[in-house]
Nanobody, 123 residues
C-alpha cells in the first residue's frame, strides 16, 4: 500500500520560494508523480507531474517557469521547487501517484493522494 506524505509548506512573502517534498512509502516503481493544489472555494487543479524516469514532465500554464518538479527515486521522494511565489499561489498542495507511466494532468488519473500541505503567500 503506497502512502504519500507532503512537507515543506508554510507562510512566505510574495516573491519568495518554498520547496515541497513528498515522501512515498511502499513500492512506487514506474509510477508517475504529480502535484495538485486547491485554493479555498476552488476546484483542485493540476500543477506539475513527472514520470518515473523524469523523461516526461508537464506543468500547468500558470507555472510559467516559476516551479520545478523533480524526483529522487532512491529516496522515493518527489519535490516541487516553487520560486517567485504570488498570493494567488496560496492553496493546499497535494502530492499524488499514478500507477501508469503516462504523465497525466487530470486528478482522476491519480490513484493515491497525500494529505496536503498548506502554502500561504502574503502580499
Amino acid at each position: 500500500q503506497v502512502q504519500l506524505v507532503e512537507s515543506g509548506g508554510g507562510l512566505v512573502r510574495a516573491g519568495g520560494s518554498l520547496r515541497l517534498s513528498c515522501a512515498a512509502s511502499g513500492r512506487i516503481f514506474g509510477y508517475t508523480m504529480g502535484w495538485f493544489r486547491q485554493a479555498p472555494g476552488k476546484e483542485r487543479e493540476f500543477v506539475a507531474a513527472i514520470s518515473w524516469s523524469s523523461s516526461g514532465i508537464n506543468y500547468a500554464d500558470f507555472v510559467n517557469g516559476r516551479f520545478t518538479i523533480f524526483r529522487d527515486n532512491a529516496k522515493n521522494t518527489v519535490y516541487l521547487q516553487m520560486n517567485s511565489l504570488q498570493p494567488e499561489d496560496t492553496a493546499v498542495y497535494y502530492c499524488a501517484a499514478d500507477r501508469t507511466t503516462a504523465v497525466h494532468t487530470t486528478a482522476l488519473e491519480y490513484d493515491v493522494w497525500g494529505q496536503g500541505t498548506q502554502v500561504t503567500v502574503s502580499s
